[in-house]
């Protein structure tokens, strides 16, 4: 496994816990400082995706519900609703990320942390939002 997906994957527990327990983001970046990654790069790659999701959260969850078809985010399985805001945020304030990549990532990450048929239905919301960055570029 990359260590990128390693960021993704700690970034993702951050969210999973902000989402459910609704402590605030520095209590939630405190529990989870000794498992974030020790190499700085990755460290700040994994905390920058989970405070920019929380900083941009209502953005973000506006976007996904516009793209989510028939789906409304709290029916969502949480594990899955931030999987698709970790990549959300990621095609929206990353650029530098190829779009492929990010799907691939969140996909992959589904297989692990989710259901069998969630990595159907995460690249199913994630494909709709490519457009998002091809709109602003």
């Known amino acids: ?18 989402d459910t327990c609704q ?12 498992i974030l990654p020790k190499e700085p790069a990755y460290r ?6 989970f405070k920019g999701v929380c900083a941009r959260q209502e953005e973000i969850d506006a976007l996904i519900a516009k793209h989510a078809q028939n789906w ?3 029916r ?5 609703r931030n999987i698709i805001r970790l990549a959300a945020y990621e095609i929206i304030a990353m650029p530098k ?11 992959e990450i589904s297989k692990k942390f989710s259901t ?3 990595s ?9 939002l490519k457009a998002v960055r091809k709109a602003t570029d």
């Not at 520095?26 to 529990?31: A, L, R, T, Y």
């Not at 990320?97 to 996909?107: F, Q």
């Open 1 to 18: 496994m990359s260590t990128r997906r390693a960021a993704r994957e700690c970034s993702l527990q951050m969210l999973y816990a902000f």
């Open 76 to 80: 969502m399985a949480a594990v899955d």
């Open 72 to 74: 409304e985010l709290e």
């Open 44 to 49: 700040e790659f994994a905390v920058d995706i």
């Open 97 to 107: 990320t190829p779009i492929s990549v990010i799907i691939d990532e969140a996909v």
């Open 23 to 34: 402590l605030p983001v520095n209590v939630i970046f405190e529990c989870f400082d000794d």
């Open 120 to 128: 159907k239905f995460v690249n199913g919301i994630l494909d709709k």
């Open 116 to 118: 069998r048929d969630s």
